[in-house]
């Protein structure tokens, strides 16, 4: 899938957070969005996503050369952030199906491949609201790279692991990054060493 921002902007009251961004995106493509704490780029990501409307431009997702209804987006995005929840109540094998229910994984996962590849057998029936910080973003990790759909949003990918982790997330990606189209916001090398583009969200402030 292709995105192509045209004169994209977003603002907050009266104060433009970027402004003027015309750029695509091309299927395949390894892109780092970067910038300084509070530049923008998790409300780039937002926009990407489909999830945040641009308050100037247009942004147009493209599948096989048809335009994609903004409210099919959805379907073809798998978005991993610090700042998004978790159902904690859910156990980790019931949140691995429920996930499944409305986003397929890559035809070579399963639930329990998923387990063995967080390395969690012996917490596939424990509530994620006990696992630590760095467990809960191993998972948002791979419910996103194990999902079917060609296109990944990370947002500080690193952000609670542990020198294990990194390596973990690095190894993921080289296993479930193949042809898709994979975008990282972020500051540190490690999330995004895998990248061959470079945006600094900064060159679009206004």
């Given amino acids: 899938m292709n995105i192509a921002l045209e004169n994209v902007g977003k603002k907050y009251r009266y104060e433009w957070i970027f402004k003027g961004l015309s750029f695509q995106f091309q299927a395949s493509g390894k892109y780092a969005i970067l910038g300084p704490n509070g530049s923008g780029k998790s409300t780039f990501l937002k926009i990407l996503s489909g999830h945040l409307s641009p308050s100037s431009g247009k942004i147009i997702f493209t599948k096989r050369n048809k335009s994609l209804d903004i409210n099919a987006v ?16 859910f156990t980790l094998l019931e949140i691995l199906r429920f ?10 996962a399963t639930p329990d491949f998923i387990i063995e590849l967080l390395g969690f057998e012996k917490s596939r029936h424990k509530e994620i609201r006990f696992f630590s910080s760095g467990m809960k973003q191993r998972l948002k990790l791979a419910l996103a790279l194990c999902a079917d759909v060609p296109v990944i949003l990370l947002d500080e990918p690193t952000t609670n692991l542990d020198r294990e982790g990194i390596g973990w997330y690095k190894n993921m990606v080289n296993r479930f990054g193949g042809e898709r189209l994979i975008v990282v916001a972020s500051n ?13 969200i900064t060159d679009w402030k206004k």
Avoid: G, N, R
């Fill in 74 to 89: 959805y379907k073809e995005i798998s978005y991993a952030a610090p700042y998004i929840e978790l159902i904690e109540e």
């Fill in 99 to 108: 996930q499944q229910k409305f986003k397929p994984y890559h035809p070579t």
């Fill in 188 to 200: 540190v090398e490690e999330d995004f060493e895998f990248c061959t583009e470079k945006i600094s």
